[in-house]
């Protein structure tokens, strides 16, 4: 079965065309499937969640490089804000220089 809509494309007319569209969508979906699968078919799937392996030590510094990197390029918009960010550099210039990083994850 067809359900064919026109509408015009006024603006006042949007709350119209929305209520028929949904309104036809609703009948085509009562007439074409029973009411168990339409039930079904309204909650997806979540998706399977993707475990990564642990990064290396050597990777972890690179990153903890890169955030260095990254800090340095920033413009401080005042005092307070290049203070702050001075703390960050210093704590990841001593992050980078320790044996044994921390974990990221």
């Known amino acids: 079965m067809y359900v064919y809509v026109f509408a015009k494309t006024y603006k006042r ?19 074409s499937a029973p009411p168990a699968a ?23 510094r690179k990153v903890y490089k890169w955030m260095l990197e990254e800090k340095r390029k920033s413009k401080p918009r005042d005092a307070a804000e290049k203070s702050k960010i001075n703390e960050e550099k210093a704590l990841l210039k001593e992050i980078i220089r320790a044996e044994s990083l921390p974990r990221l994850w």
Do not use: M
């Open 13 to 31: 007319d949007q709350d119209k065309k929305n209520a028929e569209t949904a309104a036809a969508a609703a009948a085509a979906a009562a007439l």
């Open 38 to 60: 339409v039930a079904k078919h309204a909650e997806p799937a979540p998706p399977p969640k993707r475990v990564l392996p642990p990064l290396s030590e050597d990777e972890q």
